[in-house]
């Protein structure tokens, strides 16, 4: 029955690992050859524990970023040192890394669906959908899904749930940290938005030098900060605080202001 075990979402590991696989050698020169990705900070990876650990990350596109992180924590655990070099890291994944994304997403079209099996906790948004803003209230089977998700292992959250940069943390976010009580560690990426296209699955443009920072883990009195402290802390700590945008250049200001306007990447 070992080749038929399943994740607690159901998915058969067999065929996760080998979706795995098979989508990270066809993604690897996207990251070392198109262009290149500069690491920092692979050694936090490899100190964590197997479960309930939270990463927060900045967002640039929607599945280029996942697939970035995929390499990087799967190249760390084997060994390499802020290095994705020889795809063979890949042949024993990490099989229980999650990823939060909105459902609207990963239902649309056969290889977002294909690409859920590798690990999409799949959520209703809140705050958007299909295009429009929505008020509404979050589903209790949302949080517990990213509950179990974190009992199970690692869990990639995007809490600005947009990949407009600087836009604000959503609460829910901290919510989760507070009930859940996982190491956070922060990640800071850049260079994705200028390498692909929005959902990060075609080449924009290349020689472009992308960068993955990981940070050490934050800080967290789990029983006395409060969820507005939490908020604050991610917004430092994965830089999308407003004080950072007075050290931007001003030309990489316009370019954002200009992808803004051509398109809201809210996902």
Do not use: C
């Not at 996207?30 to 050694?43: A, D, K, T, Y």
């Not at 472009?208 to 920072?213: D, E, N, P, Y």
């Amino acid at each position: 029955m070992g080749l038929f075990k399943t994740n607690p979402f159901g998915h058969i590991l067999f065929v996760k690992k080998n979706l795995i696989r098979i989508i990270g050698v066809v993604t690897h020169r996207r990251f070392r050859g198109f262009n290149e990705l500069h690491i920092e900070g692979s050694e936090i990876i490899k100190n964590l524990p197997d479960t309930n650990v939270l990463f927060v990350s900045n967002h640039q596109t929607y599945f280029a970023d996942v697939t970035a992180m995929f390499h990087v924590f799967n190249a760390s655990l084997s060994g390499r040192v802020d290095s994705i070099k020889n795809v063979g890291y890949l042949w024993k994944p990490k099989l229980n890394i999650y990823y939060v994304a909105a459902k609207e997403t990963m239902k649309a079209g056969l290889l977002p669906k294909i690409l859920s099996y590798t690990g999409a906790v799949s959520i209703d948004r809140t705050w958007r959908s299909k295009g429009k803003e929505v008020n509404r209230q979050v589903k209790m089977s949302d949080v517990t899904k990213i509950g179990t998700a974190l009992n199970d292992g690692w869990v990639i959250t995007f809490p600005q749930g947009t990949t407009t940069p600087f836009k604000p943390i959503r609460r829910g976010t901290a919510h989760i940290i507070k009930q859940n009580k996982p190491i956070v560690v922060p990640i800071v990426i850049d260079g994705f938005r200028r390498s692909f296209d929005k959902k990060g699955l075609r080449i924009k443009k290349r020689g472009i030098l992308q960068s993955f920072i990981i940070k050490e883990p934050l800080e967290i009195d789990y029983d006395n900060d409060s969820i507005d402290d939490i908020v604050t802390q991610i917004e430092y700590a994965i830089e999308q605080h407003e004080s950072f945008l007075k050290v931007i250049p001003l030309d990489e200001l316009n370019e954002m202001e200009e992808l803004n306007k051509m398109r809201e990447w809210d996902y």
